[in-house]
């Protein structure tokens, strides 16, 4: 499996992404809202892109989609549930979409930013996750424009925290610095995200930092709920929070806190 993602520069500071057989060249194209960079960069790779994914229905995500199937005559792939003119497959949980002969990604339903998300996983000896805007760089995705925040918990409990930690981390979006940023004024005694966080603040997107769900573990305080430092610092802000409080309720007041951040 060959992966490229490809940085939009917009104000959404998006990211798109093609998947690619290596034997092929067949490619899916994943919320390629950048349609002249996502068809430039398969042409100089010698790819064709047959398949597009969209992870969910807002607009950042699916903008590209008219452009690019007009060019290629691509397949528009996305959740059944979703709000998304001209989908040729809906997909559900544990749905296997093949690209070419040698990539394959499985569909997790993964409700929260959206009630109707899709996350595709890639299995082999270097997993992946391609998470749209239900898990980001150190943060996870609001919930203001359709969703809800105790999918989302679900999601991250029940999903996304059970993945192996080798896991390849690829988001919809590039907000690492203000979400390290949150994690500190939660955690500020987290010494692992307080020294990447100068990294961040001067990397090229163009190469961006892929992290993995091991370091996610460590730098994103939505998987951090039973952190004493986050437990603490949440109370202050909480006074009301219960002296051992559930990790639901934990994620729950992060979410609201990062919602006004």
């Not at 699916?62 to 497959?89: F, M, P, Q, V």
């Not at 109707?116 to 760089?137: E, K, W």
């Not at 952190?227 to 994620?251: C, G, K, N, Y």
Request: proline residues 5%; glycine residues 8%.
């Amino acid at each position: 499996m060959l992966v490229e993602q490809i940085w939009t520069g917009n104000a959404g500071r998006n990211f798109n992404y093609l998947v690619a057989c290596s034997e092929t060249g067949e490619a899916l194209a994943i919320d390629p809202l950048d349609h002249r960079k996502c068809l430039a960069r398969a042409k100089a790779k010698g790819w064709t892109i047959t398949q597009v994914l969209n992870t969910h229905e807002h607009r950042d995500h699916t903008g590209g989609n008219a452009e690019i199937i007009a060019a290629t005559g691509a397949k528009l792939l996305a959740h059944r549930n979703a709000r998304i003119d001209g989908i040729d497959r809906g997909l559900a949980a544990g749905d296997v979409i093949k690209i070419g002969r040698t990539a394959e990604l499985e569909c997790l339903d993964t409700p929260g930013h959206t009630m109707a998300h899709i996350c595709v996983r890639a299995h082999g000896d270097i997993p992946a996750l391609f998470c749209g805007d239900t898990l980001f760089n150190a943060g996870a995705g609001n919930c203001h424009n359709g969703g809800h925040p105790n999918e989302l918990y679900n999601t991250f409990s029940q999903q996304l925290a059970k993945l192996p930690d080798n896991t390849l981390i690829y988001p919809g979006h590039d907000y690492i610095v203000n979400n390290l940023r949150f994690t500190l004024s939660r955690e500020p005694d987290n010494a692992r995200a307080r020294a990447l966080l100068p990294d961040m603040e001067k990397q090229d997107t163009e190469r961006a930092l892929v992290t993995t769900l091991a370091l996610e573990r460590e730098i994103n305080t939505f998987f951090r709920l039973s952190s004493p430092s986050v437990i603490a610092h949440l109370r202050e802000a909480f006074p009301d929070l219960p002296e051992h409080p559930d990790e639901r309720t934990v994620f729950l007041k992060l979410r609201e806190l990062r919602n006004k951040w």
